[in-house]
């Protein structure tokens, strides 16, 4: 494969199947290509914490070379939200319907009130995560939450963090 970039004849030219072998190419150039990389600063502090960032990033591409990614947290958290939904009509406290019984109420409980506190507070993240980066969160989550062919498109626009 490396024969593409030595001099002469490129074979990757000539034998048809330019895309393929030149795509090879780049891959092997790339994998095992070396990289300077040089940080500068105006102080000796400045200069050691950014030093200790360039390494932090390198360590977490490597990681994520070797390893790969998976969904971020605002994502995961969104689907545990719907899984609320779920359990929320099962939650029963005996004490609670003698209350409410008593008290003639709606027949909707704390238990079910704490069980939307919760299902709000764990799609927040994504929420957030959409406005920080100039999308309308609501709509993001909407999508996110009913349709599973987004993950791959926010995958594709997203930042990857260590």
């Known amino acids: 494969m490396l024969e593409c970039w030595k001099g002469g004849p490129w074979p990757c030219f000539e034998s048809g199947a330019y895309k393929g072998y030149l795509h090879d190419c780049w891959i092997a150039k790339l994998s095992g290509g070396v990289a300077v990389i040089q940080v500068g600063a105006q102080t000796e502090?400045?200069?050691?914490?950014k030093k200790l960032r360039v390494e932090d990033a390198l360590n977490a591409t490597k990681a994520a070379v070797e390893e790969g990614i998976v969904v971020g947290g605002g994502c995961t958290l969104l689907r545990l939200a719907s899984k609320v939904d779920a359990i929320k009509d099962t939650l029963d406290n005996d004490e609670e319907k003698i209350y409410l019984v008593c008290s003639r109420l709606e027949p909707y409980g704390k238990l079910q009130v704490g069980a939307d506190i919760v299902k709000r507070a764990l799609s927040y993240p994504l929420k957030l995560i959409a406005k920080n980066a100039g999308v309308n969160g609501?709509?993001?989550?909407?999508?996110a939450y009913y349709h599973h062919s987004t993950k791959d498109k926010v995958m594709l626009a997203t930042t990857l963090k260590p």
């Open 138 to 143: 609501i709509v993001m989550t909407g999508h």
């Open 45 to 49: 502090t400045e200069l050691k914490e």
